[in-house]
């Protein structure tokens, strides 16, 4: 690149645009369906049923403990596909930079999204770049959309809950949030604190396969945490789950991050984690699965699906006391004393 | 990472469950306590303490929420600084979204306010000094927990010369407005005592309550066990006739306080009578800038005074802080008054009694 910063000209579509793609992305994430640069990607049709996602990024600071916005932004959008079971096959990706960006930043993110497309085994087949004046976007966003394809014979969804069904963690909650909130407060935690961001489609198959027609459902706990998924399944399968807050698995870090800053793990954002709604008899079965893959090595049963009232959350509290989980609401705030 | 202690004791189960027994034989009759700290408030809900308590035993929230008993004279006053072109609030998370008579400081932002969200006192000093040449008015809201540090960092500004560095004063004194509260004829047979404010103000300052009005005062700490201990002391004192100050949360209260911090806030600030939110104004239970500091004052440097408004007309908050009703009284909970639509300020602050009762023990509307 003769730049070093990115300038709106590398948003014009011209030949600037056309060296900011060659020479960042193609030699990255480069392949021959994205190298045909072409107005669409043309894509074989695969068997089954596609699955199909969308998810915009725009995490303050772009580069954290764990990650960063690109490995995020590819993460996110795998994750979002195996949810429904799907196995993921190509992504899009489309930036807006802000006029200025060090060019040096837009490498590493193109580095880090071709080494998180590697390690989950899909391709990038469409992108797009704009640029946008100093000031009206902060430093980088991204948009990924992503095409899975779902196998014969799964069907996954909340509405399949029943009494009776066990909730299951893959791992220890509120890591993604924790961090970001602390480094965006300024506070210097040392040692520890790190997102917990990586794909799950590994994991998912591996318990698809391992523990046929156990799973009703999986959902991943991203924005408004553990909390506001349980009570997105109890209210769209018309069910009460009842949670057990002393086996919920909880990095210590996290938990004094938590207290110090005020806020509820429950609430936090995770990125690497899934909740699954599973078939009492198989429960056991699937947290073997889930403790047999790294990224589940922490994995608890955390609560069950009850008949009672529809939609409630309750969770018993590590004190023994009980108490209701309702829906994140506004963003989460520090404390004041 | 941060060096924690080990607070486990007071976290378990064994422990709480003893506590738990204690207190179901200790209520021999209709029990009501006060907890007068937001922080209390929070803890009671985030544990699901009130499903351990006995029949007949009630905990009512108090006016210890510093977001909940800001007036809204005053939380116009913050929104109308933020619109003042060059101006940089810096502020505690929870004032963001109190509503004011028109719109609140989320609103300002979203029309170009600059609002930052600071964690300590002294973030809003560097933001004087690092970030912004411009006016940083920092919204010193809080009890005698936070006015310590807020001094501690005007001071510093002085020291430095950080000139640009402003406060709007609205920290609030707890034994004046406890004192009104409870003056005419308590609604409750004893006081769950702030836990951070009286490590400043030390046991001594609840004697006046206990010895002069007879109510029960027990200083209390914010983990399960350490709650339930200081119930069943106010449960004890109850049984027994008794109205005492008892310390339940030694390992950070003393009976004299933190003289040093006192001192500190002391120096920077003068009492003053000011507006609580529902209880109204009430005498020498405000701080306010001395005179050697009046400069910093954002109130006179931009001819900002609060301007007295009625409360939301059917919000209660002001009856829900002197322990007179409870959330669920109030007609506009849960229905016009959601933790995403407040209406009073105790829905908006985690802290505040009818936010915690609605997210935490009331009935669900999923």
Same mark, same amino acid.
């Given at each position: 690149m003769r730049d070093d910063v990115i300038l709106l000209d590398h948003g014009s579509g011209g030949l600037a645009s056309a060296e900011l793609i060659s020479q960042i992305f193609l030699t990255r994430y480069g392949n021959p369906v994205l190298a045909e640069l072409e107005d669409s990607a043309i894509l074989d049709r695969p068997a089954g049923r596609i699955a199909f996602t969308t998810d915009g990024y725009v995490v303050d600071p772009i580069f954290f403990p764990g990650g960063d916005i690109g490995s995020l932004a590819v993460h996110g959008t795998v994750n979002d596909l195996a949810m429904r079971g799907a196995v993921p096959l190509s992504l899009s990706v489309s930036f807006i930079f802000e006029e200025g960006l060090p060019v040096r930043t837009i490498e590493q993110i193109a580095s880090s999204i071709a080494q998180a497309t590697a390690r989950a085994r899909v391709s990038i087949s469409a992108g797009d770049t704009k640029v946008v004046p100093r000031g009206k976007a902060d430093k980088v966003f991204i948009t990924t959309s992503g095409l899975g394809v779902v196998p014969d014979g799964v069907e996954l969804s909340t509405k399949r809950a029943r009494p009776g069904d066990r909730i299951l963690v893959s791992g220890t909650i509120g890591d993604h949030g924790a961090t970001i909130l602390t480094q965006r407060s300024g506070l210097t935690f040392s040692g520890g604190l790190a997102s917990d961001t990586a794909p799950l489609h !590994?994991? *998912?198959?591996?318990?698809?396969?391992?523990?046929?027609?156990?799973?009703?459902?999986?959902? !991943?706990?991203?924005?408004?945490?553990?909390?506001?998924?349980?009570?997105?399944?109890?209210?769209?399968?018309?069910?009460?789950?009842? *949670?057990?807050?002393?086996?919920?698995?909880?990095?210590?870090?996290?938990?004094?991050?938590?207290?110090?800053?005020?806020? !509820?793990?429950?609430?936090l954002a995770n990125e690497g984690k899934c909740i699954a709604v599973v078939s009492p008899d198989m429960a056991k079965d699937v947290e073997g699965l889930m403790h047999a893959r790294p990224e589940g090595q922490e994995a608890a049963v955390i609560g069950e699906v009850r008949d009672g009232r529809p939609g409630r959350v309750i969770l018993r509290t590590a004190a023994g006391g009980l108490r209701v989980l309702r829906p994140l609401s506004g963003m989460p705030l520090p404390r004041i004393c | 990472m941060f060096p924690s202690p080990d607070l486990s004791g007071f976290r378990s189960r064994a422990a709480i469950d003893a506590l738990v027994h204690e207190l179901s034989?200790?209520?021999?009759?209709? &029990?009501?306590?006060?907890?007068?700290?937001?922080?209390?408030?929070?803890?009671?809900?985030?544990? /699901?303490?009130r499903s351990l308590f006995p029949p007949r035993f009630e905990l009512v929230s108090g006016p210890g929420c510093p977001v909940c008993v800001t007036a809204q004279s005053h939380v116009d006053a913050m929104i109308r600084l933020a619109r003042i072109p060059g101006v940089t609030i810096a502020t505690f998370g929870d004032m963001v979204r109190v509503p004011g008579s028109s719109g609140s400081l989320a609103h300002a932002m979203a029309e170009g306010a600059r609002v930052e969200i600071v964690y300590s006192p002294t973030d809003a000093l560097h933001l004087a000094r690092?970030?912004?040449?411009?006016?940083?008015?920092?919204?010193?809201?809080?009890?005698?927990?936070?006015?310590?540090?807020?001094?501690?960092?005007?001071?510093?500004?002085? =020291?430095?010369?950080?000139?640009?560095?402003?406060? %709007?004063?609205? %920290?609030?004194?707890?034994?004046?407005?406890?004192?009104?509260? &409870?003056?005419?004829?308590?609604?409750?047979?004893?006081?769950?005592?702030?836990? %951070?404010?009286?490590?400043?103000?030390?046991?001594?300052?609840?004697?006046?309550?206990?010895? /002069?009005? /007879?109510?029960?005062?027990?200083? /209390?700490g914010f983990e399960p066990a350490d709650i339930l201990l200081a119930l069943t002391l106010l449960a004890r004192q109850v049984r027994e006739g008794r109205s005492e100050v008892e310390n339940a949360y030694p390992r950070a209260v003393s009976w004299e306080g933190n003289k040093r911090a006192r001192e500190v806030m002391e120096a920077v600030f003068r009492p003053e009578d000011t507006e609580w939110r529902g209880l109204g104004v009430i005498s020498g239970s405000g701080l306010t800038l001395r005179e050697g500091f009046?400069?910093?004052?954002? =109130?006179?440097?931009?001819g900002v005074h609060p301007v007295p408004v009625a409360d939301p007309p059917g919000c209660v908050c002001g009856e829900v802080l002197k322990g007179v009703k409870t959330p669920t009284d109030c007609p506009l909970f849960a229905s016009r008054c959601t933790p995403q639509s407040p209406v009073g300020p105790c829905m908006v602050s985690g802290e505040g009694a009818c936010a915690a009762h609605y997210l935490t023990d009331g009935p669900c509307h999923a």
């Open positions: !590994d994991l *998912v198959r591996s318990i698809l396969e391992g523990a046929t027609g156990a799973v009703r459902a999986f959902r !991943d706990p991203t924005r408004g945490g553990v909390a506001t998924v349980l009570c997105e399944i109890a209210s769209r399968s018309g069910l009460e789950i009842e *949670v057990d807050e002393a086996s919920i698995p909880i990095r210590p870090e996290v938990a004094s991050a938590c207290e110090i800053l005020g806020l !509820d793990p429950l609430y | 034989l200790l209520v021999d009759r209709p &029990m009501r306590f006060m907890e007068v700290c937001g922080t209390h408030t929070m803890a009671v809900a985030r544990y /699901g303490l690092e970030v912004s040449p411009d006016p940083v008015v920092f919204l010193a809201v809080g009890f005698e927990t936070t006015a310590p540090a807020v001094a501690a960092t005007i001071l510093e500004a002085e =020291r430095t010369g950080v000139e640009n560095l402003l406060v %709007h004063p609205a %920290h609030k004194l707890m034994p004046p407005a406890l004192d009104c509260i &409870m003056s005419g004829g308590a609604a409750v047979n004893g006081l769950l005592c702030p836990g %951070h404010v009286s490590a400043v103000i030390g046991a001594k300052a609840y004697a006046p309550l206990a010895e /002069g009005q /007879g109510l029960p005062c027990v200083i /209390g009046r400069d910093r004052d954002a =109130r006179t440097r931009f």
